[in-house]
Every structure is written in C-alpha cells, then in structure tokens.
C-alpha cells in the first residue's frame, strides 16, 4: 500500500494551539511566574499589558461626597474586627486623583486611636496582602484550566491529522477495491468525525478566550497594585479588642457642578416658577453610589491656619490681585453656601452629568413686549420677577419654556435675595413687526462730499385679542470721526430717553389695542468724502 506523508504530522501541534487561543499574554511564563513564591519586591509576574483603565474595587462604603467648584470632599467608612496594639487598616481601591494633603480618618465605633494615616505609593516593595494573595490564587487556577485547554486542542488537532492521514492513504493494486457503498459509508464517517471535531475546537478556543478574559485582570492587578485603585493605610493604637469602625477623608480632582435653572410661564395665571438644578460631573473613575450629597460654593483651602485678607482694591481692570489672601493655603476668595441635596444619589465616575433639582420658587411676574427690527423682526417677551430665596443666584444658564414649550435659554448673572430678575420667554407670534427702506436719495455737493439721506418705516400689528405695549428700539449712525457727519431729520413719533443715554439709540413704548397697528418713520443723513460713498451705500441698508 502506498502512503502519501501528510504535511499534517510535520506540524507543531503544540504551537498551533497556542496560536488558536489567542491569547494577550504568554500562558508558559505566566505559569512559570505563579508557581515561583512571591517576593517583596515582585509581587506580580510582569506577563501583561495593562490595558486602558480598571474599574476600583473599594473595601470600604462610600457615606459622604461634598462636591466643590473644582473638586468632591469624599468620606468612606470601614468596620474591621481589631485585636489589641498597634493594629493597621487599609482603604483600598481608592481613586488616583486623590489629593494626598486631605487625608483624615477618625474613629466613629470602638477604643482606638488613630496614630497615622498614609496612601501607598505602589512602588517599590509591595506588601503580600491579603487581597493580593487571593488574587494570585484565583489566576493560579484559571491558569491551570487554561493549560488544560491548551492539552485538549493540541489532542483535537492531533486527532485531525490522523483523519487527515487516513483521507490521503491509498491501496495498493493487491487489494481489492472497496465497493462503492464501502466507499460512501466511509466518507460519510469521516465527514462526521471531521465535523466533530471542528466543533470541539470551537468550542475550547471560545472557552480559552473567556478563561483568558477573566484572567487578564487578575495579571495586571498582580502586575500594578493600583491597577484598581490607591491604598491608604491608617494606623490605630487599639485599646479594647473589639468592632472599629473608621472614617476615611479625602478630596478628589476631578469632580465639579454647576447651576441650571428653569423658568416656566403660566400665561394664563401670569405667574413664572423659577427652578433651580445642579448639574453635577465627576470622572474620578470613582462610582458615587447611594451617597449623601452636599453642593458646595466655597473654594478649598489647604491648611491649618484661617485666611487672612489684605486690601480689598478695585480699579477698571476689576478687583485687584491682591484681595484675599489665604496663610498655608490657597483659596479662590469666594464665599460658601452648602446646598444638601434630598435623598441619596448615584453618580457614575465616567464624565456623565446628573440634574439634580434643588429649589424652586413661583412669584407673580410684571411681563414686556421688546423688538429691536433692525437687527431681527420679532417681538419677544419678557418677565421680570424679585428672587426671594434667602440666598443669592449663582450665574448660570436659564432655559425658558412657555407652558409646556421650550421656547430658548439664555445666561443670567449673579442675583441677589430681593432683587429684580429679568427672563426672556422667547418670540410673541401674537404681535408682528416689519422694517422698510422707503426711500434713499444720493447728493453730490461742492468739495468732494457725498450726502446720502435715507427713510425707513417700522410697523408694528397686534394681532392678539388684548391690548399690548410694545417697547421698540432703533438707531441712527453714530460718527466717530470729523470727515463724517450724521443728522437726523425726523421721526414721526417723539422718542424716550434710554436709561444708559447710549447714543444714536431711540426707543418708542407704542400702545396698541387689540388688532390695532402703529408705524413709526424714521428719516437721517450721512454726509462723506465720495470715496466712501459706496461703503456708505453699503452701511446705510
């Protein structure tokens, strides 16, 4: 019989294995790594990349979270059982934007006394803590079972080959030839078991890539401690042994909040309800779960010592540079007010935002019509309502809704309790304006000079069923240098004063009835040097 060598049996099945698996790290040496005791100073066999980030994986309960303009005071509690002496507890998995200054820990249960607190650098000799060597044994076992995976695909392939063999084997001329239905019963056998066995090594190189998904953490745990967080050791000198329960302190970058605000018009009651809302962001990689939530105004200050001031001093630049100075620390100079928040909340260490609501006030309102047609031919409303809160606002965006319609936002400045707010609620539909060139006439006079003189009308319809008064605003050039010159003609109703006397600014306050219109005409000359007759043309539209 003639046998044809099958290029199968000249494969490294072992090899092949391991390439089937796909793993991201060397199973040999991270089997060589784990089965070495641990030393001090290599805690983790160095077999792995570690990928982007690991989530934390706390020991302690999160109670607390303060959150600053700039940054969250956080505090987390522990219970431990504690002989007594000289005992240490650690508070593991702790976020890596930790600032090492806010350390603090006290005791809330038992007799001790806290004699030092220290976050962990994580470098160097690393302690052979228990965490650690649970870790180690947990990928000491997926290991094993990885490696008897590798076993059963290298028996697998071995197994193929053997078919592969007995697919090429031909007979010699000796042997009778197989009748047909031989040869169609043996190729029926050897498609099933083929198939068998493409499914089986599926079904182990999908197991190698979970066991190999679970173990991967484990490696880069052992590999970098803070893989999964930071580690503060407190030091307790521990009287009665016993429960102690100890509180962890710390502030955190990387967290922050805002104020938003809501302002909802009721147009049948007139009555606005101004609603107040933090917007709340933290990527501290640290998960804020069913934490009691404080909001904070103030600036942190690092320190033991009070601030102290010097001159408060004011120039047109703003407040000097010298208003607030803080001994041992640093501060912003703003004043604290500490908004609690209701119930506890969650907040992802991602980057996500959570609304939170905080107050909400409801106050009759005094309303306005405004249109400035030169610029955009609307007529938007207006509702100025006193802020009563017993604190000032903070600056912040307003979104504005008429009903239940969203109807625009804007920014406010800070408000203070008793003063007046003004809020925009979008465009009045019920009242239209148009603004019309009516005529434009162009003289040359003696000396090079260009006199244009130009005419516009503005109308303004209510077409509401109430009677309406509409502030309207509109301006005439303003030259700010000796070779142009601007007079105004006429206007065909008397304008009023604006408050800031800012010139060439004329406002009207027109009456209108319900379905009633009124125009306003308003007539002025620009004279120039004919040079600039076309830039003139071009301004005057």
């Known amino acids: ?218 490696l880069v745990k052992l590999q970098d401690p803070r893989a999964t967080g930071l580690t503060v050791r407190v030091d307790l000198d521990v009287q009665a042994a016993g429960p102690v329960t100890l509180a962890l302190r710390y502030g955190v970058h990387g967290a922050s909040w805002t104020p938003a605000y809501s302002a909802r018009m009721d147009e049948d009651s007139r009555v606005v309800r101004l609603e107040t809302h933090a917007l709340v962001r933290q990527y501290t990689g640290e998960a804020w779960t069913d934490a009691e939530l404080q909001l904070s105004t103030a600036s942190p200050v690092v320190g033991g010592a009070a601030p102290t001031v010097n001159a408060w001093v004011l120039d047109e630049h703003g407040s000097g540079v010298g208003g607030l100075v803080v001994a041992n620390g640093q501060s ?84 203070a309790p008793g003063e007046p707010l003004m809020l925009g609620f979008g465009v009045e539909d019920r009242v239209q304006v148009s603004r019309q060139l009516l005529s434009r006439r162009v003289e040359h006079l003696v000396g090079g000079r260009v006199r244009t003189t130009v005419r516009f009308r503005t109308t303004v319809h209510n077409f509401g069923r109430t009677a309406q008064t509409v502030s309207l605003t509109d301006q005439v050039p303003v030259s700010q240098v000796d070779k142009i010159t601007v007079n105004l003609i006429e206007s065909s109703l008397p304008s009023a004063p604006r408050p800031d006397g800012a010139p060439g600014v004329l406002c009207w306050d027109l009456p209108l009835a319900a379905g009633a219109e009124q125009a306003i005409e308003l007539s002025f000359s620009v004279t120039a040097p004919r040079e600039l007759q076309a830039q003139m043309l071009d301004m005057l539209l």
Not at 64 to 85: F, K, N, P, Q, Y
Not at 105 to 127: F, I, Y
Not at 355 to 360: D, E, S
Not at 398 to 407: R, T
């Open 1 to 218: 019989m003639l046998i044809l060598a099958s290029f199968a049996f000249a494969t490294d099945y072992a090899a092949e294995a391991k390439a089937r698996m796909r793993l991201s790290f060397d199973l040999d040496s991270v089997e060589e790594a784990l089965a070495a005791p641990p030393s001090p100073s290599a805690v983790a066999p160095k077999t792995v990349a570690r990928p982007p980030t690991l989530p934390l994986e706390p020991n302690s309960t999160l109670r607390e979270v303060v959150v600053l303009r700039d940054r969250a005071i956080v505090t987390r509690s522990r219970m431990v059982e504690l002989s007594t002496g000289s005992q240490r507890v650690r508070f593991e998995g702790l976020p890596l934007g930790i600032d090492t200054a806010t350390l603090a820990s006290e005791l809330r249960v038992g007799k001790a006394r806290v004699v030092g607190v220290e976050l962990v650098s994580g470098t160097g000799d690393v302690e052979e803590t228990e965490r650690i060597t649970i870790v180690r044994t947990d990928a000491a076992e997926l290991t094993g079972r990885l490696g008897g995976v590798r076993d059963r695909i290298e028996a697998l392939l071995m197994q193929r080959a053997y078919l592969d063999r007995a697919l090429l084997s031909a007979s010699s001329e000796a042997r009778p030839a197989p009748t047909l239905d031989v040869v169609k019963t043996t190729y029926s056998w050897l498609g099933d078991t083929e198939r068998d066995l493409a499914s089986k090594l599926r079904e182990q190189e999908t197991l190698a890539q979970e066991l190999g998904e679970k173990l991967e953490p484990l």
């Open 332 to 415: 912003g100079g703003a004043g604290a007010r500490v908004f609690p928040v209701e119930g506890r909340r969650s907040i992802a260490g991602d980057g996500s935002e959570v609304r939170i609501p905080l107050t909400a006030q409801e106050a009759p309102a005094s309303f306005s019509l405004a249109t400035v047609p030169r610029v955009t031919p609307e007529v938007f409303r207006s509702a100025q309502v006193a802020w009563s809160g017993d604190a000032p606002l903070l600056p912040g965006a307003v979104a504005s809704f008429v009903g239940g319609d969203y109807v625009g936002s804007a920014l406010i400045g800070a408000v």
